[in-house]
Every structure is written in C-alpha cells, then in structure tokens.
C-alpha cells in the first residue's frame, strides 16, 4: 500500500513540475500577443477599477470613448451646477450623497480632464498622463454614470 502511494506522489509530483513548466510558456504567449495587439494598434483599457480586466481597444476607439466620457462628464457637471441644492425638497442625507458622488465623479476622471485641459491649451501630453486617462476612463465613466443616476432618481437638474 506504501509504495502505491509513493507511487502516486511521485506522478502527481511530475504532473505538477510539467504544469510549472508550462506557466513560462504561457507568460511568453501573453506578452506576444499583448505585443502583437500594440503593434496592430490596439490598446488594452481596463474594465472599471479592475486592471486585469481589459478590453482591446484602437487608439482611435479609446480617443473617441474618452470624448464620449468627457462630454457626458461635462454634461452632469453642467446639470449639477444648474440644480437649485439648497432647495428645502433636497433632503441633508441627499446633498450628502450627491456631493460624495461628486467627488467619486471628480477624482475619478481627474486625468481626463487634465488631458483635455492641455490639449484644449495646445500643450503637449506625455505618455504618463495618457496612460493614466487609459487606465482610469472606465473607472470615469463609471462615477459619472452613477452620479447621473442619482440625480435621475432624485429628479434633479433634469430637462423636462
């Protein structure tokens, strides 16, 4: 009985050297197909806060969905800044919420606005800050829509 089980020990212990062996392979595959994808001009942009949850996108596509986010951005700022908030209908813990959502919505898509702030002043961007915008435009994107669902259901600032 012992040395069937030495027996199986040593095939497991070999079948899990030859996943091990495998594991570098594998890194090599996601590094060339991360650089194929770059050299054919896709970019990876993480899903929301998840940075291991990306989605392939051409830069052309990525400067288009940044535009969109902006412009929605500024549309629910615009919103925010026009709504009458010291309205006695808008209770503390409401102003409480949207000014939290505010600042989720402002700091999430700070670098965004950052690159649009320069571009807008003919300045030249480095690659860090658009990197960061790559990284962050979901997570932006994602705060402002929760920012605009909120004033939604509390009927605020809304074009009737």
């Known amino acids: 009985m012992k040395a069937i089980a030495a027996h199986l020990v040593d095939k497991r212990a070999g079948s899990a050297s030859r996943v091990a062996s495998r594991i570098p392979r594998s890194r090599y595959s996601a590094v060339f197909c991360i650089a194929l994808l770059a050299i054919a001009g896709c970019i990876p942009v993480p899903r929301g806060g998840d940075v291991t949850d990306l989605r392939f996108m051409s830069s052309d596509e990525l400067r288009a969905y940044a535009e969109e986010v902006f412009r929605q951005q500024n549309r629910v700022t615009t919103r925010l800044m026009m709504a009458p908030l010291d309205s006695p209908s808008i209770g503390e813990d409401d102003r409480r919420r949207i000014e939290q959502a505010e600042t989720l919505m402002n700091n999430a898509c700070a670098s965004l606005n950052e690159i649009a702030s320069a571009r807008t002043s003919g300045e030249e ?32 600032g809304r074009e009737h």
């Open 125 to 156: 961007v480095d690659r860090k800050l658009e990197n960061t915008v790559r990284k962050q435009v979901r997570t932006c994107a994602r705060e402002t829509g929760r920012l605009e669902d909120l004033l939604d259901a509390l009927d605020i």
